[in-house]
């Protein structure tokens, strides 16, 4: 009897299908095992990519948000300082990413700011989001406004009891500033007028005085913007008369309050709370001013009528003076430039400076007013290698 379990040649073939089919089945779940795998991971990519391509379009969002809208008035950082956090985007950013957006702002030189703008991405589950950082370096653009010299007026200018017209270029007391001085002219005036320094009063320069046709309309500009611009963007308007007692304030919240019509701002830098440092308002008075009693500010003071200074009052920045300046007591200061029209008419009236007063020319004064006032200032990126990705290289 042939046995039939024996192959013909001799060699015993049974349970041969069986192992077959077991390493068969076991490589197939292996297969299918990696390509589970292989296709999670893919998909843990693709989705982590998607998250980080949200977070840096957040990011950069933030960026264009502050590039776009930011001004240094809205609370400039100082050079050096601590960096100015904006988060509009930190109630939502985005909505429809499920994200947010924060940008610090730092000053590292005149007229040059660093932005650095982190975006998240929020998603729950085992993949948590995203976070990505970028950075730019930005230069602020300003409008110019040439002020040639420390006064400029129409007319004869007189000078005594102590009163100081100087345009030898220097940095207010208490004022942050960059860049290097340049002296100007002290007096600037009209042809035939005289510029006279009586008993211990000066006027000084380089040179002491110069003459110059003098058309108010056109000196009375910042950048493109005439006098009839600059008083659509005043901030504060107010009728003329007794003006006393300007100096900081600030609201229930401890914050500069920018309603208050002798709030000018904070030029000293003596009050504690910072947060009228960076206030520069412009000031448009309708009529006659008559400023005395301590006061201080900073700005753009426009003034329709005349001004009469009357002792220890302190302003950095630009005054416009369409009618007559007269100042007389002790302790005024202005920081900065005067214009004074002296009146509109053919022979203008003469201005006079008596008492220990200073009319001071200070290029760092006018560069604070231009750069920290909206509506004269653009931020902008550098031209050459200005964005940067902070999350590559791993700050």
Same mark, same amino acid.
């Given at each position: 009897?042939?046995?039939?379990?024996?192959?013909?040649?001799?060699?015993?073939?049974?349970?041969?299908?069986?192992?077959?089919?077991?390493?068969?089945?076991?490589?197939?779940?292996?297969?299918?095992?990696?390509?589970?795998?292989?296709?999670?991971?893919?998909?843990?990519?693709?989705?982590?990519?998607?998250?980080?391509?949200?977070?840096?379009?957040?990011?950069?969002?933030?960026?264009?948000?502050?590039?776009?809208?930011?001004?240094?008035?809205?609370?400039?950082?100082?050079?050096?300082?601590?960096?100015?956090?904006?988060?509009?985007?930190?109630?939502?950013?985005?909505?429809?990413?499920?994200?947010?957006?924060?940008?610090?702002?730092?000053?590292?030189?005149?007229?040059?700011?660093?932005?650095?703008?982190?975006?998240? %991405?929020?998603?729950?589950?085992?993949?948590?989001?995203?976070?990505?950082?970028?950075?730019?370096?930005?230069?602020?653009?300003?409008?110019?406004?040439?002020?040639?010299?420390?006064?400029?007026?129409?007319?004869?200018?007189?000078?005594?009891?102590?009163?100081?017209?100087?345009?030898?270029? %220097?940095?207010?007391?208490?004022?942050?500033?960059?860049?290097?001085?340049?002296?100007?002219?002290?007096?600037?005036?009209?042809?035939? &007028?005289?510029?006279?320094?009586?008993?211990?009063?000066?006027?000084?320069?380089?040179? @002491?005085?110069?003459?110059?046709?003098?058309?108010?309309?056109?000196?009375?500009?910042?950048?493109?913007?005439?006098?009839?611009?600059?008083?659509?963007?005043?901030?504060?308007?107010?009728?003329?008369?007794?003006?006393?007692?300007? &100096?900081?304030?600030?609201?229930?919240?401890?914050?500069?309050?920018?309603?208050?019509?002798?709030?000018?701002?904070?030029?000293? @830098?003596?009050?504690?709370?910072?947060?009228?440092?960076?206030?520069?308002?412009?000031?448009?008075?309708?009529?006659?001013?008559?400023?005395?009693?301590?006061?201080?500010?900073?700005?753009?003071?426009?003034?329709?009528?005349?001004?009469?200074?009357r002792g220890d009052f302190l302003f950095q920045g630009i005054v416009m003076v369409r009618g007559q300046v007269g100042v007389q007591g002790a302790g005024n200061r202005v920081?900065?430039?005067?214009?004074?029209?002296?009146?509109?008419?053919?022979?203008?009236?003469?201005?006079?400076?008596?008492?220990?007063?200073?009319?001071?020319?200070?290029?760092?004064?006018?560069?604070?007013?231009?750069?920290?006032?909206?509506?004269?200032?653009?931020?902008?990126?550098?031209?050459?290698?200005?964005?940067?990705?902070?999350?590559?290289?791993?700050?």
């Amino acid at each position: 009897m042939i046995d039939t379990n024996v192959h013909p040649l001799g060699r015993d073939r049974r349970g041969f299908a069986l192992p077959a089919a077991i390493f068969a089945l076991v490589v197939v779940a292996l297969l299918v095992t990696a390509g589970f795998f292989i296709s999670g991971q893919e998909r843990s990519i693709g989705q982590s990519t998607e998250f980080a391509s949200q977070a840096t379009l957040l990011a950069e969002t933030g960026m264009n948000n502050v590039l776009a809208m930011w001004s240094p008035a809205g609370g400039g950082p100082e050079i050096g300082g601590a960096p100015l956090t904006t988060c509009d985007g930190c109630t939502g950013g985005q909505a429809s990413l499920n994200g947010q957006w924060q940008v610090a702002i730092s000053r590292v030189g005149d007229k040059i700011y660093f932005i650095e703008s982190t975006g998240v %991405v929020n998603q729950a589950g085992r993949l948590s989001g995203a976070t990505r950082t970028v950075g730019t370096l930005a230069r602020l653009l300003t409008a110019d406004f040439a002020a040639d010299a420390a006064l400029t007026t129409r007319g004869d200018v007189e000078t005594r009891g102590g009163a100081s017209i100087s345009g030898f270029d %220097v940095n207010p007391p208490g004022a942050v500033c960059s860049g290097t001085t340049q002296d100007k002219a002290g007096v600037i005036t009209t042809p035939g &007028s005289e510029v006279t320094s009586r008993g211990n009063s000066t006027v000084e320069g380089a040179p @002491r005085d110069q003459r110059r046709t003098f058309d108010p309309n056109d000196t009375f500009r910042v950048g493109e913007l005439g006098w009839d611009d600059l008083v659509a963007m005043a901030d504060i308007t107010l009728p003329g008369g007794n003006i006393n007692n300007t &100096s900081p304030r600030f609201d229930a919240d401890d914050k500069c309050d920018k309603e208050h019509n002798l709030n000018w701002g904070d030029p000293e @830098r003596i009050v504690a709370n910072p947060d009228c440092r960076t206030y520069y308002p412009i000031i448009h008075v309708t009529g006659t001013a008559r400023i005395q009693s301590g006061g201080r500010g900073q700005g753009i003071l426009l003034i329709e009528g005349d001004l009469d200074l009357r002792g220890d009052f302190l302003f950095q920045g630009i005054v416009m003076v369409r009618g007559q300046v007269g100042v007389q007591g002790a302790g005024n200061r202005v920081f900065g430039s005067m214009l004074a029209a002296n009146g509109l008419e053919i022979d203008p009236d003469l201005s006079t400076f008596v008492g220990a007063s200073v009319v001071q020319y200070s290029s760092c004064a006018i560069s604070n007013v231009i750069n920290n006032l909206s509506g004269l200032t653009a931020l902008r990126p550098v031209q050459n290698r200005a964005w940067v990705d902070l999350t590559a290289t791993g700050f």
